[in-house]
Protein backbone atom coordinates (compact mmCIF):
# COMPACT_ATOMS: atom_id res chain seq x y z
CA UNK A 1 0.00 0.00 0.00
CA UNK A 2 1.03 3.54 -0.88
CA UNK A 3 1.75 5.49 2.14
CA UNK A 4 -0.97 8.34 2.49
CA UNK A 5 2.03 10.83 2.94
CA UNK A 6 3.22 10.83 -0.34
CA UNK A 7 2.43 9.65 -4.03
CA UNK A 8 4.06 7.22 -5.72
CA UNK A 9 4.72 7.50 -9.74
CA UNK A 10 6.12 5.02 -12.10
CA UNK A 11 7.70 6.20 -15.36
CA UNK A 12 6.39 3.23 -17.53
CA UNK A 13 2.72 4.47 -16.68
CA UNK A 14 0.74 6.15 -19.54
CA UNK A 15 -0.05 9.70 -17.46
CA UNK A 16 3.40 9.96 -16.28
CA UNK A 17 4.92 13.08 -18.15
CA UNK A 18 1.57 15.01 -17.51
CA UNK A 19 1.44 13.66 -13.63
CA UNK A 20 4.82 14.94 -14.03
CA UNK A 21 4.42 18.49 -15.24
CA UNK A 22 1.40 18.71 -12.68
CA UNK A 23 3.80 17.67 -9.80
CA UNK A 24 6.92 19.82 -10.93
CA UNK A 25 4.70 23.21 -11.52
CA UNK A 26 5.61 26.43 -9.73
CA UNK A 27 3.65 29.57 -10.88
CA UNK A 28 6.04 32.34 -10.25
CA UNK A 29 4.50 34.89 -10.90
CA UNK A 30 3.00 36.48 -7.07
CA UNK A 31 -1.10 36.72 -6.81
CA UNK A 32 -2.27 40.29 -7.16
CA UNK A 33 -2.75 41.35 -3.76
CA UNK A 34 0.60 40.44 -3.01
CA UNK A 35 1.77 42.26 -6.17
CA UNK A 36 -0.20 45.35 -5.25
CA UNK A 37 0.83 45.37 -1.20
CA UNK A 38 4.40 45.36 -2.24
CA UNK A 39 4.13 48.26 -5.42
CA UNK A 40 2.21 50.73 -2.38
CA UNK A 41 4.72 50.02 -0.13
CA UNK A 42 7.83 50.48 -2.54
CA UNK A 43 6.32 53.79 -3.74
CA UNK A 44 5.68 54.61 0.16
CA UNK A 45 9.54 54.10 0.79
CA UNK A 46 10.55 56.06 -2.57
CA UNK A 47 8.53 58.81 -1.03
CA UNK A 48 8.94 59.15 2.92
CA UNK A 49 11.48 57.15 2.97
CA UNK A 50 12.87 56.64 7.00
CA UNK A 51 9.55 57.41 7.81
CA UNK A 52 7.74 54.57 6.06
CA UNK A 53 10.23 52.13 7.48
CA UNK A 54 9.60 52.94 10.71
CA UNK A 55 5.42 52.57 10.03
CA UNK A 56 6.19 49.56 8.57
CA UNK A 57 8.76 47.72 11.09
CA UNK A 58 5.58 48.42 13.88
CA UNK A 59 3.47 47.24 11.95
CA UNK A 60 4.89 43.92 9.99
CA UNK A 61 7.71 43.39 13.06
CA UNK A 62 5.88 44.73 16.24
CA UNK A 63 8.99 47.12 16.37
CA UNK A 64 8.04 50.24 16.64
CA UNK A 65 10.57 53.34 16.88
CA UNK A 66 11.08 56.36 16.96
CA UNK A 67 14.24 56.44 14.92
CA UNK A 68 15.44 55.43 12.36
CA UNK A 69 19.52 55.11 13.63
CA UNK A 70 17.94 52.30 16.02
CA UNK A 71 17.30 50.26 13.20
CA UNK A 72 20.97 50.10 12.36
CA UNK A 73 22.94 47.26 14.22
CA UNK A 74 26.48 48.44 15.26
CA UNK A 75 29.45 46.76 14.50
CA UNK A 76 30.53 46.24 18.34
CA UNK A 77 27.21 44.77 19.22
CA UNK A 78 27.77 42.21 15.91
CA UNK A 79 31.62 41.44 17.59
CA UNK A 80 29.71 41.20 20.91
CA UNK A 81 27.36 38.57 19.47
CA UNK A 82 30.13 36.59 18.35
CA UNK A 83 31.82 36.72 21.65
CA UNK A 84 29.14 35.52 23.79
CA UNK A 85 28.78 32.45 21.95
CA UNK A 86 30.37 29.17 23.17
CA UNK A 87 33.48 28.05 21.77
CA UNK A 88 32.07 25.03 19.54
CA UNK A 89 29.10 27.51 17.92
CA UNK A 90 31.62 30.33 17.26
CA UNK A 91 34.51 27.66 15.79
CA UNK A 92 31.34 26.46 13.99
CA UNK A 93 30.80 29.63 12.12
CA UNK A 94 34.43 30.31 11.50
CA UNK A 95 35.57 26.59 10.16
CA UNK A 96 32.07 27.10 7.42
CA UNK A 97 33.52 31.36 6.72
CA UNK A 98 37.16 29.66 5.87
CA UNK A 99 35.82 27.00 3.41
CA UNK A 100 33.38 29.30 1.78
CA UNK A 101 36.38 32.26 1.08
CA UNK A 102 38.35 29.33 0.42
CA UNK A 103 36.05 27.81 -2.27
CA UNK A 104 34.97 31.22 -3.33
CA UNK A 105 38.53 32.30 -3.86
CA UNK A 106 38.75 29.87 -6.95
CA UNK A 107 35.87 31.96 -8.96
CA UNK A 108 37.65 35.25 -9.12
CA UNK A 109 38.17 36.68 -12.41
CA UNK A 110 40.87 38.45 -13.78
CA UNK A 111 41.20 41.48 -16.12
CA UNK A 112 42.38 40.26 -19.43
CA UNK A 113 43.93 41.81 -23.18
CA UNK A 114 44.95 40.09 -26.47
CA UNK A 115 45.82 41.88 -29.54
CA UNK A 116 44.80 40.93 -32.87
CA UNK A 117 46.41 40.65 -36.23
CA UNK A 118 46.59 44.16 -36.55
CA UNK A 119 47.89 45.39 -33.49
CA UNK A 120 44.48 46.17 -31.69
CA UNK A 121 44.21 45.55 -28.46
CA UNK A 122 41.09 43.80 -26.82
CA UNK A 123 39.99 42.67 -23.20
CA UNK A 124 37.85 42.68 -20.67
CA UNK A 125 38.18 44.99 -17.44
CA UNK A 126 36.74 43.16 -14.21
CA UNK A 127 35.53 45.45 -11.43
CA UNK A 128 33.49 44.67 -8.16
CA UNK A 129 30.60 46.08 -7.52
CA UNK A 130 30.28 49.74 -5.50
CA UNK A 131 27.66 48.20 -2.73
CA UNK A 132 26.30 45.31 -2.32
CA UNK A 133 22.77 44.44 -0.52
CA UNK A 134 22.36 41.35 0.88
CA UNK A 135 18.71 40.25 2.47
CA UNK A 136 18.76 37.57 4.99
CA UNK A 137 15.23 36.59 5.83
CA UNK A 138 14.52 36.38 9.35
CA UNK A 139 10.50 36.05 10.05
CA UNK A 140 10.19 32.33 10.57
CA UNK A 141 13.54 30.92 11.03
CA UNK A 142 16.98 32.55 11.45
CA UNK A 143 19.92 31.89 9.05
CA UNK A 144 23.41 32.56 9.86
CA UNK A 145 24.23 30.39 6.66
CA UNK A 146 22.57 32.66 4.12
CA UNK A 147 24.53 35.31 5.83
CA UNK A 148 27.99 33.62 5.23
CA UNK A 149 26.99 32.42 1.49
CA UNK A 150 25.65 35.75 0.54
CA UNK A 151 28.02 37.65 2.47
CA UNK A 152 31.43 36.15 1.92
CA UNK A 153 31.36 35.84 -2.19
CA UNK A 154 30.76 39.85 -2.12
CA UNK A 155 33.78 40.17 0.08
CA UNK A 156 35.86 38.00 -2.07
CA UNK A 157 34.78 39.47 -5.10
CA UNK A 158 36.37 42.79 -3.55
CA UNK A 159 32.40 44.73 -3.30
CA UNK A 160 33.32 48.02 -1.43
CA UNK A 161 30.27 47.75 0.72
CA UNK A 162 28.38 45.40 1.76
CA UNK A 163 24.97 46.50 3.40
CA UNK A 164 22.57 43.68 4.89
CA UNK A 165 18.70 43.81 6.20
CA UNK A 166 17.21 41.27 8.30
CA UNK A 167 13.54 41.47 9.51
CA UNK A 168 13.39 41.26 13.94
CA UNK A 169 10.04 40.51 14.57
CA UNK A 170 9.42 41.84 18.34
CA UNK A 171 12.81 43.26 18.19
CA UNK A 172 14.75 39.99 18.89
CA UNK A 173 17.57 40.09 17.51
CA UNK A 174 19.33 36.22 16.80
CA UNK A 175 22.48 36.14 18.26
CA UNK A 176 23.80 33.73 15.73
CA UNK A 177 22.72 35.65 12.85
CA UNK A 178 24.87 38.86 14.17
CA UNK A 179 27.53 36.88 15.30
CA UNK A 180 27.84 35.25 11.45
CA UNK A 181 27.57 39.19 10.40
CA UNK A 182 30.83 39.40 12.45
CA UNK A 183 32.69 36.83 10.75
CA UNK A 184 31.05 37.49 7.47
CA UNK A 185 32.75 40.94 7.56
CA UNK A 186 29.52 43.35 7.30
CA UNK A 187 29.76 46.91 6.81
CA UNK A 188 26.03 47.82 7.65
CA UNK A 189 23.14 45.81 8.61
CA UNK A 190 19.62 47.30 9.61
CA UNK A 191 16.41 45.46 11.25
CA UNK A 192 13.80 45.95 8.48
CA UNK A 193 12.59 43.39 6.04
CA UNK A 194 9.92 42.19 3.34
CA UNK A 195 8.99 44.68 0.22
CA UNK A 196 10.21 47.74 2.32
CA UNK A 197 13.69 46.30 2.58
CA UNK A 198 13.90 45.88 -0.94
CA UNK A 199 12.94 48.97 -1.85
CA UNK A 200 15.12 51.04 0.90
CA UNK A 201 18.35 49.14 -0.47
CA UNK A 202 16.94 50.01 -4.14
CA UNK A 203 16.49 53.74 -4.07
CA UNK A 204 17.84 54.65 -0.28
CA UNK A 205 16.42 56.44 2.42
CA UNK A 206 17.91 59.15 4.76
CA UNK A 207 19.30 55.94 7.14
CA UNK A 208 19.49 53.17 4.63
CA UNK A 209 22.18 53.28 1.50
CA UNK A 210 21.38 52.97 -1.97
CA UNK A 211 22.93 49.68 -3.04
CA UNK A 212 23.77 48.76 -6.94
CA UNK A 213 22.56 44.87 -6.69
CA UNK A 214 20.00 42.89 -4.42
CA UNK A 215 20.42 39.15 -3.40
CA UNK A 216 19.46 36.79 -0.88
CA UNK A 217 16.24 34.93 -0.65
CA UNK A 218 12.79 35.53 0.97
CA UNK A 219 9.29 35.43 1.10
CA UNK A 220 6.44 36.24 -1.60
CA UNK A 221 6.31 39.81 -0.59
CA UNK A 222 10.09 39.80 -1.02
CA UNK A 223 10.42 37.67 -4.24
CA UNK A 224 7.64 40.65 -5.68
CA UNK A 225 9.45 43.42 -4.65
CA UNK A 226 12.37 42.55 -6.24
CA UNK A 227 10.88 41.79 -9.66
CA UNK A 228 9.55 45.18 -9.46
CA UNK A 229 12.73 47.25 -8.63
CA UNK A 230 14.66 45.30 -11.24
CA UNK A 231 16.37 48.06 -13.64
CA UNK A 232 17.63 50.79 -11.30
CA UNK A 233 19.08 48.25 -8.94
CA UNK A 234 20.25 44.66 -10.03
CA UNK A 235 18.79 41.35 -8.50
CA UNK A 236 20.28 38.15 -8.29
CA UNK A 237 17.14 35.80 -9.08
CA UNK A 238 13.44 35.32 -7.90
CA UNK A 239 13.35 32.72 -5.57
CA UNK A 240 11.46 29.77 -5.11
CA UNK A 241 10.67 27.11 -2.67
CA UNK A 242 13.64 24.73 -1.92
CA UNK A 243 14.19 21.83 -3.93
CA UNK A 244 15.57 18.34 -3.91
CA UNK A 245 15.60 15.36 -6.32
CA UNK A 246 17.68 11.96 -5.34
CA UNK A 247 18.49 9.29 -7.58
CA UNK A 248 19.30 6.58 -5.52
CA UNK A 249 20.36 2.72 -6.97
CA UNK A 250 19.28 1.15 -3.77
CA UNK A 251 22.69 0.96 -1.90
CA UNK A 252 21.75 3.86 0.28
CA UNK A 253 21.02 3.58 3.70
CA UNK A 254 17.43 4.20 3.60
CA UNK A 255 17.38 6.15 6.50
CA UNK A 256 19.74 7.95 5.05
CA UNK A 257 17.29 8.89 1.96
CA UNK A 258 14.06 9.50 4.22
CA UNK A 259 16.28 12.43 5.82
CA UNK A 260 17.38 13.62 2.97
CA UNK A 261 14.13 14.37 2.20
CA UNK A 262 13.06 15.61 5.10
CA UNK A 263 16.05 18.11 5.31
CA UNK A 264 14.07 20.23 2.36
CA UNK A 265 10.68 19.49 3.18
CA UNK A 266 11.03 21.15 6.52
CA UNK A 267 11.48 24.62 4.57
CA UNK A 268 8.36 24.87 3.87
CA UNK A 269 4.94 23.37 2.98
CA UNK A 270 5.64 24.38 -0.57
CA UNK A 271 8.90 22.78 -0.77
CA UNK A 272 9.63 20.19 -2.93
CA UNK A 273 11.53 16.41 -2.27
CA UNK A 274 11.45 13.55 -4.92
CA UNK A 275 13.52 10.49 -4.83
CA UNK A 276 14.18 8.16 -8.04
CA UNK A 277 14.94 4.87 -8.05
CA UNK A 278 14.71 1.44 -10.28
CA UNK A 279 15.01 -0.30 -7.55
CA UNK A 280 11.05 -0.81 -6.19
CA UNK A 281 11.66 -2.85 -3.03
CA UNK A 282 14.00 0.38 -2.14
CA UNK A 283 11.50 2.49 -3.14
CA UNK A 284 8.87 0.39 -0.95
CA UNK A 285 11.57 0.85 2.09
CA UNK A 286 11.67 4.39 1.67
CA UNK A 287 7.79 4.78 1.49
CA UNK A 288 7.26 2.87 5.01
CA UNK A 289 10.29 4.83 6.61
CA UNK A 290 8.56 8.06 6.20
CA UNK A 291 5.86 6.77 8.14
CA UNK A 292 8.30 5.58 10.64
CA UNK A 293 10.42 8.41 11.20
CA UNK A 294 8.26 11.44 10.72
CA UNK A 295 6.30 11.60 14.22
CA UNK A 296 10.04 12.43 15.56
CA UNK A 297 10.58 15.47 13.12
CA UNK A 298 10.03 18.97 15.51
CA UNK A 299 8.56 20.86 12.07
CA UNK A 300 6.75 17.13 11.13
CA UNK A 301 3.63 19.13 10.25
CA UNK A 302 5.58 21.28 7.74
CA UNK A 303 7.21 18.12 6.43
CA UNK A 304 3.75 16.10 5.98
CA UNK A 305 2.39 19.06 4.25
CA UNK A 306 5.11 19.38 1.73
CA UNK A 307 5.56 15.80 0.85
CA UNK A 308 1.62 15.64 0.55
CA UNK A 309 1.30 18.21 -1.71
CA UNK A 310 4.52 18.12 -4.04
CA UNK A 311 6.14 15.28 -3.05
CA UNK A 312 6.81 11.92 -4.97
CA UNK A 313 8.55 8.71 -5.05
CA UNK A 314 8.85 7.80 -8.65
CA UNK A 315 10.07 4.49 -9.96
CA UNK A 316 12.14 4.39 -13.16
CA UNK A 317 13.18 1.84 -15.43
CA UNK A 318 16.66 2.43 -14.73
CA UNK A 319 19.12 4.90 -13.55
CA UNK A 320 19.60 6.82 -17.36
CA UNK A 321 16.02 7.07 -17.37
CA UNK A 322 16.17 8.61 -13.76
CA UNK A 323 18.93 11.12 -15.07
CA UNK A 324 16.67 12.05 -18.06
CA UNK A 325 13.69 13.22 -15.47
CA UNK A 326 16.25 14.63 -13.65
CA UNK A 327 17.51 17.46 -16.20
CA UNK A 328 13.92 17.58 -17.04
CA UNK A 329 13.44 18.77 -13.99
CA UNK A 330 16.79 20.75 -13.27
CA UNK A 331 16.52 20.93 -9.09
CA UNK A 332 18.24 22.91 -7.19
CA UNK A 333 19.58 20.03 -5.52
CA UNK A 334 20.26 16.94 -6.95
CA UNK A 335 21.84 13.99 -4.96
CA UNK A 336 23.35 10.74 -6.57
CA UNK A 337 22.82 8.60 -4.49
CA UNK A 338 24.29 5.63 -5.98
CA UNK A 339 27.29 3.59 -5.77
CA UNK A 340 29.01 5.15 -8.46
CA UNK A 341 28.15 8.82 -9.07
CA UNK A 342 30.62 9.78 -11.65
CA UNK A 343 28.90 7.04 -13.74
CA UNK A 344 26.07 9.57 -13.89
CA UNK A 345 27.45 13.14 -13.94
CA UNK A 346 28.34 13.40 -17.39
CA UNK A 347 24.69 13.24 -18.49
CA UNK A 348 23.74 15.32 -15.83
CA UNK A 349 23.40 18.98 -17.48
CA UNK A 350 20.63 20.94 -15.59
CA UNK A 351 21.30 21.22 -11.25
CA UNK A 352 21.90 24.26 -8.89
CA UNK A 353 24.28 21.79 -7.32
CA UNK A 354 25.62 17.88 -7.38
CA UNK A 355 25.65 15.90 -4.62
CA UNK A 356 28.46 13.21 -5.48
CA UNK A 357 27.44 9.99 -3.32
CA UNK A 358 25.96 8.72 -0.43
CA UNK A 359 28.24 10.30 2.34
CA UNK A 360 27.26 13.73 0.57
CA UNK A 361 23.72 15.16 2.13
CA UNK A 362 22.61 18.16 1.02
CA UNK A 363 22.82 19.43 4.29
CA UNK A 364 26.70 19.98 4.18
CA UNK A 365 26.13 21.83 1.10
CA UNK A 366 23.61 23.94 3.01
CA UNK A 367 26.22 24.68 6.14
CA UNK A 368 29.71 23.74 5.49
CA UNK A 369 30.51 22.44 1.71
CA UNK A 370 32.13 25.82 0.65
CA UNK A 371 29.74 26.96 -2.37
CA UNK A 372 27.15 29.41 -2.01
CA UNK A 373 23.73 27.54 -1.03
CA UNK A 374 21.57 30.47 -2.66
CA UNK A 375 20.90 28.46 -5.89
CA UNK A 376 18.63 28.36 -8.47
CA UNK A 377 15.19 27.22 -8.48
CA UNK A 378 11.75 25.76 -9.75
CA UNK A 379 13.64 24.91 -13.12
CA UNK A 380 15.86 27.73 -13.79
CA UNK A 381 19.22 25.70 -13.11
CA UNK A 382 18.01 25.10 -17.29
CA UNK A 383 19.93 28.74 -18.02
CA UNK A 384 21.13 30.33 -14.33
CA UNK A 385 24.21 29.24 -12.08
CA UNK A 386 24.65 29.26 -8.16
CA UNK A 387 25.40 32.74 -6.52
CA UNK A 388 29.43 33.71 -6.65
CA UNK A 389 31.61 35.93 -7.11
CA UNK A 390 30.48 36.74 -10.82
CA UNK A 391 27.84 38.06 -9.42
CA UNK A 392 29.12 41.15 -7.41
CA UNK A 393 31.68 41.54 -10.60
CA UNK A 394 30.77 43.48 -13.98
CA UNK A 395 33.34 43.19 -17.00
CA UNK A 396 33.09 46.11 -19.02
CA UNK A 397 34.74 45.49 -22.76
CA UNK A 398 38.09 46.88 -23.59
CA UNK A 399 39.25 48.19 -27.01
CA UNK A 400 42.26 49.98 -28.45
CA UNK A 401 42.63 50.95 -31.87
CA UNK A 402 46.54 51.78 -33.37
CA UNK A 403 46.50 54.14 -36.15
CA UNK A 404 47.46 51.60 -38.81
CA UNK A 405 45.21 48.80 -36.80
CA UNK A 406 42.00 50.77 -37.01
CA UNK A 407 42.10 51.21 -40.56
CA UNK A 408 41.05 47.63 -41.61
CA UNK A 409 38.33 47.54 -38.81
CA UNK A 410 37.12 50.86 -40.10
CA UNK A 411 36.51 49.78 -43.46
CA UNK A 412 34.60 46.69 -42.06
CA UNK A 413 32.29 48.83 -39.90
CA UNK A 414 31.85 51.83 -42.58
CA UNK A 415 30.32 49.07 -44.90
CA UNK A 416 28.33 47.42 -42.46
CA UNK A 417 27.25 50.73 -41.30
CA UNK A 418 26.08 52.07 -44.70
CA UNK A 419 24.10 48.18 -45.15
CA UNK A 420 22.06 49.35 -41.90
CA UNK A 421 21.32 53.29 -43.11
CA UNK A 422 23.40 54.67 -40.43
CA UNK A 423 25.28 57.41 -42.42
CA UNK A 424 26.52 59.10 -39.05
CA UNK A 425 27.98 55.26 -37.75
CA UNK A 426 29.71 54.93 -41.27
CA UNK A 427 31.11 58.00 -41.57
CA UNK A 428 32.51 58.25 -37.74
CA UNK A 429 34.48 55.22 -38.75
CA UNK A 430 35.49 56.93 -42.35
CA UNK A 431 37.08 60.11 -41.34
CA UNK A 432 39.82 57.92 -39.99
CA UNK A 433 40.76 56.28 -43.44
CA UNK A 434 44.04 57.34 -44.34
CA UNK A 435 43.48 59.81 -47.05
CA UNK A 436 40.06 60.76 -46.09
CA UNK A 437 38.55 64.14 -48.00
CA UNK A 438 36.53 65.73 -45.22
CA UNK A 439 34.75 68.22 -47.97
CA UNK A 440 33.45 64.51 -49.40
CA UNK A 441 29.73 65.41 -49.28
CA UNK A 442 28.37 63.17 -46.58
Not at 414 to 432: D, K, P, S
Request: glycine letters at 8%; a negative charge; charged letters at 20%.
Amino acid sequence: MSSPLIRRLNSADAGFDLDLAALTFWDVSEDDAVNRAAREIIADVRKRGDAALLEYCARFDNLPLTDAGELRVGADELRSCFEQLDAVQRQALQDAAARIRSYHEHQQQASWEIQDAHGNGLGVLVRPLDRAGVYVPGGQAAYPSTVLMTVIPARVAGVGEVVVTVPTPGGARNPLVMAAMHVAGVDQVYTVGGAQAIAALAYGTETVPRVDKIVGPGGAFVAAAKRMVFGPVGIDSIAGPSEILIIADGTTDVDWAVLDLFSQAEHDEAAQAILLSPDTDFLQRVNDRIEALLPDMVRADIIRRSLTGRGALIQTRDLNEAVAIANRIAPEHLELAVADPDALLPDIRHAGAIFMGPYTPETIGDYAAGPSHVLPTFGTARYSSPLGVYDFQKRSSLIRCTASGAEPLARIAATLAHGEGLQAHARAAEVRLPGFDHNRPA
